[in-house]
């Protein structure tokens, strides 16, 4: 192949995105590690503010990682069966549900924050809890587990497998969790990883939903951005990253190994 | 012509299948269909109903919002930087992604996984790296402070907000275009090529048109990205005036819900009026949420 001078110029400028991309996350990698970064890097590296993040916002971290499982875990729930139907009924009901489904997402997430909370907000009990914010994750990750677990039904012999499963006399639940279930698994695992992902920086609904005593790892970060000194917002969104970027990574495989499985 | 009866008997067995296994399916629904109506399509309709009442005895909160010159300045200034938003995402990830697709090169792969990370980051976050780069201790004011002799700082402004929206959006055109790239039929560049087409004729008369339905429903979501994101806005500073911060601010500070839901009705209706169009000009789908 010819290395022409399109080429070079169309490679400089990818490299100048991904710069645009990358300088200011390695900048805060290096300001959450640095002792003090008015002075710059000569003032030594230290892990004090790491700690002392910890110190003080590792409830929120919790509060997240709980969220998120249980978000993961109420969007399989309801999501794996919807997926199901969506995939079995396709008509105009369907797809106008799926519709429905992803308007959430579309919609601007102050906007369902709002509308939650004008709703629901009266009862205190269920206002203070963490659930409530859980509604919020539930309703907005909700698609990103239905899209690939349709995407992969779509594409299988599931209705002959249930067709034979169902002349040996399997009901439809036995069915359901012994031949609908284990063959669509890698899709299951995309959209739980994207869900937890998701889950854990979600803002823009937990920032109206959320109370003192539920402040999750996004509603700190904002909070740190808004008051802490730059070392310390630094730290706070280094420990983010630590727990987004293997999700993501693990992420990216499972969806090359299915488009991969797509082509095949 | 044998073939044609056998076809059309699998088509027809496939169908039966179908229709046995219908009635259990709708079932399956359900649990999906209860929460979205309790807690999406319930408090919506409280919000849209909330947004027609006044509050003692004045105009309802649709009125309000349109006929205050404030609101409604937030809401073309919102729309204006979504749209210039989602123009330059296009023409930068629509370089970079054409470019990614088509060549082979080492560290391709490490490029494109790089490139797609930040489709994950919290506005917050993405608010805090503007912050990073253009705020009063960031990368472009000790640049501006050794080249020019002062510190340039333009975090706290449109333009970091504009920076920031671009930041979220570029990946996600990114990644669209690779994959509208690859379905491509590339023997129509090789014949406008070998017919004497220049490469900008190729670019305007042949790579632009055919991915233009991805190019559409992307920019689409890009714009519908930028109007809600609040926490950017709100990691930048609160006197931004667009949209999702005045409704924060209306909400928090004046406590006046029926403007507040006026405010986010018609911010939704504007989002979603622009992702049907969208959908209208661009029949295929296939973009990444």
């Known amino acids: 192949m010819k290395r022409t001078t399109l080429f070079i110029a169309q490679l400089v400028f990818t490299l100048l995105v991904c710069a645009f991309m990358l300088v200011p996350v390695l900048m805060s990698l290096l300001a959450g590690l640095t002792r003090n970064y008015f002075v710059g890097v000569s003032s030594g590296l230290t892990f004090d503010w790491l700690i002392q993040v910890w110190q003080s916002y590792s409830p929120t971290v919790w509060l997240s990682l709980r969220l998120a499982v249980a ?39 102050l ?16 206002r203070s809890s963490w659930l409530f914010i859980l509604v919020g994750h539930v309703l907005f990750t909700l698609p990103f587990l239905v899209r690939p677990v349709m995407a992969v039904m779509q594409r299988q012999q599931l209705p002959t497998l249930e067709e034979a499963a169902a002349s040996l006399g399997a009901g439809p639940i036995k069915r359901f ?33 959320h109370t003192p005593m539920t402040k999750t790892l996004p509603v700190g970060l904002a909070d740190s951005y808004a008051s802490a000194r730059l070392e310390v917002a630094s730290a706070y969104t280094l420990i983010f990253l630590l727990m987004i970027v293997p999700l993501l990574i693990a992420l990216q495989a499972i969806s090359a190994r299915l488009s991969r499985g797509e082509r095949r | ?9 699998d088509v027809s067995s496939r169908h039966d299948v179908l229709q046995r296994l219908r009635p259990t399916a709708a079932w399956a629904l359900a649990p999906a269909a209860a929460v979205l109506l ?20 004045s105009d309802s909160g649709y009125w309000q919002v349109l006929s205050s010159a404030q609101y409604l300045g937030s809401l073309v200034q919102t729309c204006l930087l979504a749209a210039l938003v989602t123009l330059a995402a296009l023409l930068v990830g629509g370089i970079s992604g054409v470019f990614l697709a088509r060549q082979q090169f080492f560290g391709r792969s490490a490029l494109v996984a790089l490139l797609t990370f930040p489709l994950a980051f919290p506005g917050v976050v993405v608010g805090f790296l503007v912050i990073l780069l253009a705020g009063r201790q960031g990368l472009f004011a000790s640049l501006g402070l050794g080249l020019a002799g002062e510190r340039w700082i333009f975090a706290y402004s449109l333009t970091g907000l504009f920076i920031g929206y671009l930041y979220f959006s570029i990946p996600r055109v990114i990644l669209t275009v690779m994959a509208a790239c690859e379905s491509l039929d590339r023997s129509l560049e090789e014949a406008a090529h070998s017919l004497g087409a220049g490469h900008w004729r190729v670019v305007c008369d042949v ?6 339905p991805a190019l559409v429903s992307c920019g689409a979501i890009c714009f519908a990205t930028s109007m809600g994101a609040f926490g950017t806005a709100f990691t930048l500073g609160t006197r931004l005036n667009v949209t999702p911060v005045a409704i924060y601010n209306v909400f928090t500070n004046y406590a006046n819900f029926t403007v507040a839901a006026a405010l986010s009705v018609i911010l939704g209706a504007v989002t979603w009026a622009v992702l049907l169009l969208a959908r209208r000009v661009a029949k295929q789908s296939g973009t990444v949420l």
Not at chain 1, 74 to 99: D, H, K, Q, T, W
């Open chain 1, 111 to 126: 906007a369902s924050a709002l509308a939650l909370l004008l709703t629901y907000g009266q009862f205190g009990e269920f």
């Open chain 1, 71 to 109: 978000c993961a875990v109420c969007v399989c729930v309801i999501g794996v069966p919807a997926a199901y139907a969506l995939v079995r009924m396709n008509n105009r009901f369907s797809r106008a549900f799926e519709e429905l489904m992803v308007l959430p997402v579309a919609m601007p997430g």
């Open chain 2, 207 to 212: 790579i632009v048109p055919g991915l233009a």
């Open chain 2, 1 to 9: 012509m044998t073939t044609v009866p056998l076809n059309v008997q």
């Open chain 2, 38 to 57: 309790a807690f999406w399509l319930l408090p919506l309709a409280h919000l849209i109903v909330l947004g027609g009442q006044g509050r003692e005895g």
């Open chain 1, 177 to 209: 969790f012994s031949v609908v279930v284990p063959n669509c698994r890698a899709g299951i695992l995309a959209g739980v990883l994207m869900v937890v992902t998701l889950s854990l920086g979600e803002f823009n609904l937990t920032w109206m939903l």
